[in-house]
């Protein structure tokens, strides 16, 4: 078995990378709260329907809001420092928010509970980049992937099997894991963050600009960052309008999860073997596939409504989701310059979060006025739009870094010498 992990890569992997994925698995399996917040809210604290989706959003806020300042703090105070921070905040707000029992209370710490949760992923991203050699990063990347889907997949199972105990034990296990995750990091991940010393760029001898702003000077990030949104916008259906179209076509919600659960289980079961095949192809050859695979897994949706269809084609998007997950991850780490790794990341992750607030409102208005055809054909054609992007992006890319090789001069070519 370790002979395997050492030829395929995994097991060349450092020592503090392996700290942060046990730890990102223990925290995922232990994540009890977010599957359950609404059910909490509704039946434990008396909240109605509306209120307990208010407070959702406003937890949804945080965690969106914590993206760009997770990326700055981690390129300022340094990325051990602000992951511990944010697992040690994210247990005791957890644990403070277990008590609440005004709506006032419980709305209002609903942004900084969000916020605190999510606050480490930039950090962790940046850190990844910092110790996993480049040719890694791609595996290294879809081996955290695994472990958030494995706790997204086990963790309302254990939930449910600690709810028949207490609610209040839900958010006193969450709080402790997220701290297991902190002392892991504190232990076992070293600081990666460049000393202001050594902040300059190693290639061209020039200190690089400070923060946020270089970053938004970066158009291929941007670029990256505005398709990566359009791609979740697409994605994100699967949570707002697929149920719908289901249902529309007679298919409850029993049938919604069987489906759905296809997703998870793929992942988990391929997700690893499949990053490390997807090194020995060009990224952007990658990037392509994905993003055409998600447009036409949504988009045959339009197309049959029985259970077996509405499998197959999940099982073709999924497939999209499993390509383009660690290799952006990888290739946004490439294009930062250390300093600002976290940045850069924090910048990226923005643009799933703006997707999560879009896609909901935009698939739903589709649905509703404009129809279900419509909806699933836009998705295939903004599916080719983004891996049409992607092509034209990396011609740009290639572009800009023939040009940046210097050419000799004609006249200047050394003579060989003659014997």
């Not at 994605?235 to 529309?248: A, E, G, H, I």
């Not at 392509?288 to 269809?309: D, E, K, N, Q, R």
Request: proline fraction near 5%; charge should be positive; charged fraction near 10%.
């Amino acid at each position: 078995m370790f002979q395997n992990l050492r030829k395929s890569g995994v097991g060349r992997l450092p020592r503090p990378f392996w700290m942060l994925w046990v730890g990102t698995l223990i925290n995922r399996l232990g994540q009890f709260v977010v599957p359950f917040f609404a059910l909490y809210l509704t039946s434990v604290r008396g909240l109605s329907v509306s209120q307990a989706a208010l407070v959702v959003s406003l937890y949804g806020m945080g965690a969106f809001a914590s993206s760009l300042s997770g990326g700055l703090l981690a390129d300022s105070i340094g990325r051990r420092a602000t992951m511990v921070l944010s697992m040690t905040l994210a247990a005791v707000m957890t644990f403070i928010f277990s008590w609440l029992t005004s709506l006032w209370l419980i709305a209002f710490l609903a942004v900084p509970l969000g916020y605190c949760i999510e606050l480490y992923r930039p950090a962790a991203s940046a850190a990844i980049a910092d110790i996993v050699p480049v040719e890694e990063r791609v595996r290294a990347f879809g081996l955290i992937y695994w472990a958030i889907n494995v706790g997204a997949s086990v963790a309302p199972i254990l939930a449910g099997l600690v709810l028949n105990i207490s609610f209040q034990i839900l958010f006193v296990v969450d709080a402790l894991t997220s701290l297991v995750f902190a002392g892991l990091i504190a232990w076992g991940v070293p600081e990666t963050r460049v000393s202001p010393e050594e902040q300059h760029d190693y290639v061209s001898g020039v200190r690089e600009k400070a923060g946020l702003w270089s970053a938004l000077r970066d158009i291929r990030l941007l670029a990256y960052a505005a398709l990566a949104c359009l791609f979740a916008c697409v994605y994100f259906q699967y949570s707002v309008t697929l149920p719908l179209d289901m249902r529309l076509h007679g298919l409850g919600s029993e049938q919604y999860g069987l489906v759905i659960a296809i997703n998870g289980i793929i992942i988990v079961l391929v997700s690893v073997p499949v990053s490390h095949i997807v090194t020995r192809f060009p990224r952007a050859l990658v990037l392509t596939c994905s993003s055409f695979l998600m447009g036409i897994g949504f988009g045959l949706v339009a197309f049959w409504h029985i259970l077996p269809w509405y499998a197959f084609t999940v099982i073709i998007w999924t497939f999209g989701e499993l390509l383009g997950s660690p290799v952006t991850s990888a290739l946004v780490a490439d294009l930062a310059p250390q300093r600002l790794r976290g940045t850069y990341q924090g910048v990226y992750g923005m643009a799933w979060g703006l997707a999560s607030f879009v896609a909901p409102v935009l698939g739903g208005a589709i649905f509703e006025h404009l129809g279900t055809q419509v909806l699933w054909g836009g998705c295939f054609v903004i599916g080719v739009l983004i891996a049409c992007g992607y092509l034209l992006l990396s011609r740009v890319s290639a572009r800009r870094e023939q040009a940046r090789i210097p050419r000799p001069m004609e006249g200047n070519v050394p003579e060989q010498a003659t014997s």
